[in-house]
Structure formats: C-alpha cells, structure tokens
C-alpha cells in the first residue's frame, strides 16, 4: 500500500502509532481556533419565543450556561452530553456573583467548542449581557450576541398591550425598579418621566411598586394613568393586576403576585380590555401533569399549553436501544415488518446500519404499520408503508393482518407468512401469540424503556388533571403511593389516559375513574380534555 498511489492511506499507516496523540492535537488546534460563546436571549418566558438561531444553538452547545429567567422547555432541546449549569440569576439573588459567572464563561470556553450563555428576554436588557461581552473579550475569547425578545415589549404584548399607539403613547421608555449605587438603592428619576404620551415599563420592580407609583404622581402624572403589573408574562402563570397610580400598590400586594414581573404605565394600559386575547384559551388556569419518556420536550405537554393549560412534565423513564445484528439473508426471508411505534422503526433501523446493511435489505420486504406517526418515522429512512391497519389491539389488528396477508399472497395458498415485529423488551401485549394462529412471527426487542429517578411529587392538591400516555408511566410513578393515596388522588384530580393498555394499567393499581381518549393519541387526548372542560 506504500507504495501504491493512495497518498492518504500512506499518510494514515506513516502516523498510524500516535494516531491518538494526532487526534487531541487536532482537537486542541480546533477548540482553540474555533471556540465561541454565544450569548443567547432565551425570550420572556414561553419557550416559542425563542429565535430560530437561538434554538439552533441550544441544539448543538456542549455546554449550556443558563438563568432561573430562561425557560427550562429550552433545555429539553439540547443534547444528551451538553453540560448545562445553573447560575439561577433572579432579581436580587444570585446564587452566582457576576464576577463568577464571567469566570465560568472563560474556563468553559477553553473546555469547549460551542458555549451558549443563555438569559432570560434580551441579552442586552438589563441582562448584564454587555457585561460579559467585555469580560470574554478581555480574555481573548469570541463571542457572539443573538438577541431575544425582551419581556419589557413582549408581556405588555401578552396582556394586550401595545406599548405604543397612534395617538396614545409616542414613545415607551423601559426602567430598572432598583438601581443599586455601590450599597445604596437610588431612586430613578422621576422627573424626567411626567410626559403623559410616554409609556414607561418597569423591569425588576415589584417589591418598590409603591415607591414607584408615588414618585410617577409626585413628578405629576395624573392619579388615574392606567397601570398595571404583569407577573409570570406570556407563560400559562401569567396573572395581571389592573389599576391606576393611584390603586395598583393596594391591589398588587392583595392579589401577592410573584416574581419575575413587571410594572407598565400610561394610557395604552387601557387598551388591553380591547386587546387581550392570551387568557381567553378554552385551558386557561389549568394545572396539568404529563408523565413523558425521555427527556425532550412532550409533544403532549406542547399541546395542552398551546390550549391555554400550565404543564409540568414528569420524565419516568428512558429509551434505550438494544443492539442486534441481522444478516442479509435472514431479512430475505421476512414477508412483513409490523411497526407499532416510531422507536420500533427507528431502533430496527439502527440495528440493521450497524449490521452494516440498509433500507435496500428490505426491498422485498411489506411494511405494516400503526398510526401516522410511525409511517411518517419509516417514510424518513425511504420507506412507504405498505399496509396501516386501523385498528390496534391485538385481536382486530391480527384480523386486518390475515386479511392483507390473504389477499397478498392469493397465488400462494399454502405459504404461512415470516412477519418480524420490533418493539420493546418490556412491552405486554399478546400480539405475537395472536399471529402466530396464522402466519410464523418474531419479536424483536430493538429497544428497552428503562425508569429513571422521577423528580416531581405527585401531590393531589396541585393538578387539575394527570396524563398518561403509556402503562410503564402509570406504574412507576402512581405504584409507589399508598392505595389510599390512590384513591384520594382520582377522586380529586381527573387521570386521563391515553388508551386500553394504559387504563387497564391504571385500573390495576386501583385508580378509577380514568378518562380514556376515544382516539388513542396525542390528539385525541387533547379533544377530549377540551370537550370536558
Ligand atoms: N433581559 C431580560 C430582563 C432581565 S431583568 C429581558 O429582556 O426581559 C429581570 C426582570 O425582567 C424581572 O425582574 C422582571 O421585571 C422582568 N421579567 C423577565 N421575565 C419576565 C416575565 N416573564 N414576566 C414579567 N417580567 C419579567
């Protein structure tokens, strides 16, 4: 081979030897050449207002540098082996000084590649942003800014106000509620803020709502300037509380609003009884609960917010694949693949790429699959679904099956079909023993979907509803209560379910009534907590 011509097979035996010492040297010369810190706003709150290039970077970090500010659905999108750290900056208490923080940021640049530092709205909107700019560029290190959208316009936006308005507000100022001289607080300068077309909106406020309404009517802004202060805005916590100057700190500590919020002053407040629309989903004040595998963001959960609701996710457990190798001979011999969820497809496929085959091993071979969902997974490794049975208990499904079977294989009365069905290794159901009335079939266990440590407390006082979308769910995280806790728990708190399996699961542990979606999926459950409510 030396002496062929091939000058990089050469290369690769010359250096073969300290190959590994050639490979750290490459990556050291790469995390030093290209390494870069973005400083990302992670928008107000609700996890959409995001930006496309946010996102993208959130996606592909090594290392994730975040505040209690940014929305923790963001953090669902970044990748298995991404550190995140929590720096939990809120108003006054910083768990970590800034000055650490801009030492994190430097240490972390020089371990990795791709640094997102990400913060709640706007980087640059009294986010300190600047700050750390200044302390990464002292340091020699890139950075880059993507901007955010900054809760000062956007909670205004999602209580219905515009900030400004023909003819009401020409301009809008935005105003730290705590200015911090060395040790002393000062005041803003209220002064300067009498002009009655000038929307003001206050950021890091709350606990000086009084001192700043005040100062507003001293300086001479009229007693009845509409006001009002947004807590927990555009997010399904959202709570507003409506007055004028004169009534907003008597209304704002009754009604105990909490952090982060806001204080927007001016005529365009008024606008709102015209203008709001985020309250008026049909799931608004609801608190639900939606037990989920893995730890990406539940479509589920996405779902019911975008109705209104207020979601916490519980993970209970995790998918693991199961590695097998299949020949292209064995494959040659399968009349039918039967997929019942798109991890059966995606692990199957994995398995066959690490046999070192393709989709072109299944050319022969009829695909079978249920729902949508699973078809759309197959159609991503090239592959159309020659069959989607309508039904999926075992019973009608091995009906429809033999049927499709019969009718394929009309030439050939006396062939008894090969049919492989990749699912996970601890899924019950009898479907095999049911085809095996009829044609030769095997499981294959492709992935496993093994529990996890849950963190969030199933507390009967706190939900509306709790959603299960798979038996293992149920189990692991209602199993461990006392069956009279049970019982408490779905005499107050409507437990829905996503189908059969699932019920019989929750019927098992003694949990009645459940509320089982007429049509088993995501969407289904939806319609039937919207037709409830
Ligand atoms: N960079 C941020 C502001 C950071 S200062 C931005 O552009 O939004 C922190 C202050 O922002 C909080 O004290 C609060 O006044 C405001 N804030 C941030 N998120 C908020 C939210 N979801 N609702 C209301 N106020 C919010």
Redesign the pocket.
């Known amino acids: 081979i030396r002496e062929s011509s091939f000058p990089n097979i050469y290369l690769c035996l010359e250096k073969a030897d300290s190959e590994k010492q050639v490979l750290e040297y490459r990556q050291g010369k790469e995390k030093r050449m290209a390494s870069m810190v973005y400083l990302v ?1 992670a ?3 609700d996890p959409g207002l995001v930006t496309v290039k946010g996102l993208e970077l959130i996606k592909k970090a090594d290392c994730i540098i975040y505040d209690r ?1 940014s929305s923790p659905e963001l953090l669902g999108y970044a990748g298995m082996d991404c550190e995140r750290i929590y720096v939990g900056k ?2 006054r208490h910083h768990t970590l000084p800034q000055e650490q923080i801009n030492e994190l940021l430097v240490e972390k640049a020089k371990e990795y590649h791709c640094v997102v530092r990400l ?9 300190r ?1 600047g700050e750390e700019g200044l302390y990464l560029r002292e340091h020699g290190i890139s950075y880059t800014v993507v901007p ?5 316009i ?2 205004p936006a999602y209580a219905g106000i515009p900030v400004t308005h023909r003819g009401v507000a020409t301009s809008f100022r935005v105003i ?2 705590h200015q911090k001289n060395g040790e002393d607080l000062s005041e803003p300068d209220f002064t300067t803020m009498s002009d009655s077309k000038e929307t003001l909106i ?5 606990s000086r709502v009084r001192q700043i309404v005040d100062g507003l009517m001293q300086a001479g802004r009229s007693r009845q300037t509409p006001a009002a202060v ?6 399904e916590a ?1 709570e507003i509380c409506e007055g004028t100057l004169e009534n907003l700190a008597d209304r704002v500590e009754e009604a105990k609003l909490t ?5 927007i002053v001016g005529d365009v407040v008024a606008l709102r009884r015209q203008l709001h629309f985020f309250e008026e989903k049909p799931l608004w004040g609801k608190h639900y609960l939606v037990a989920k595998i893995g730890p990406k963001p539940s479509r589920l959960a996405a779902m019911l917010r975008a109705k209104g609701a207020y979601t916490s996710e519980c993970m209970t457990g995790e998918i693991v694949g199961v590695p097998a190798v299949y020949t292209a001979q064995e494959l040659a011999h399968v009349d039918v693949l039967l997929f019942t969820s798109a991890n059966g497809v995606d692990y199957f496929m994995k398995n066959v790429f690490a046999s070192g085959l393709d989709a072109r091993a299944l050319f022969h071979t009829r695909c079978a699959v249920i729902g949508q969902k699973t078809a759309e997974k197959l159609r991503e490794y090239g592959i159309c679904a020659d069959f989607m049975p309508e039904h999926s208990n075992s019973t009608n499904l091995a009906q429809e099956l033999k049927e499709y079977l019969d009718q394929e294989f009309r030439g050939d009365p006396f062939k008894r079909a090969v049919i492989w069905y990749p699912t996970a290794k601890n899924a019950k159901d009898n479907l095999v023993d049911t085809l095996l009335s009829f044609c030769d079939c095997g499981r294959l266990n492709v992935y496993e979907n093994v529990p996890c440590p849950m963190e969030v407390p199933v507390d009967k006082d706190v939900y509306d509803a709790i959603f299960f979308t798979c038996a293992s769910s149920a189990e692991r995280m209602l199993g461990s209560l006392k069956p009279q806790e049970r019982e408490t728990l779905a005499s107050v708190t409507d437990i829905y379910s996503i189908g059969p399996k699932c019920s019989a699961a929750l019927g098992e542990l003694g949990v009645s009534p459940v509320i089982e979606a007429a049509v088993n999926t995501y969407e289904g459950l939806v319609d039937c907590v919207l037709r409830k409510e």
């Open positions: 706003g928008g107000p709150g500010l809120a108003d913060k709640g709205g706007d980087v640059f909107v009294f986010g942003g955010g959208v900054t809760s000062a956007a909670g730290t509620g206050f950021l890091m406020g709350l947004i807590s927990h805005a555009t997010t959202q952090s982060p919020a806001l204080i």
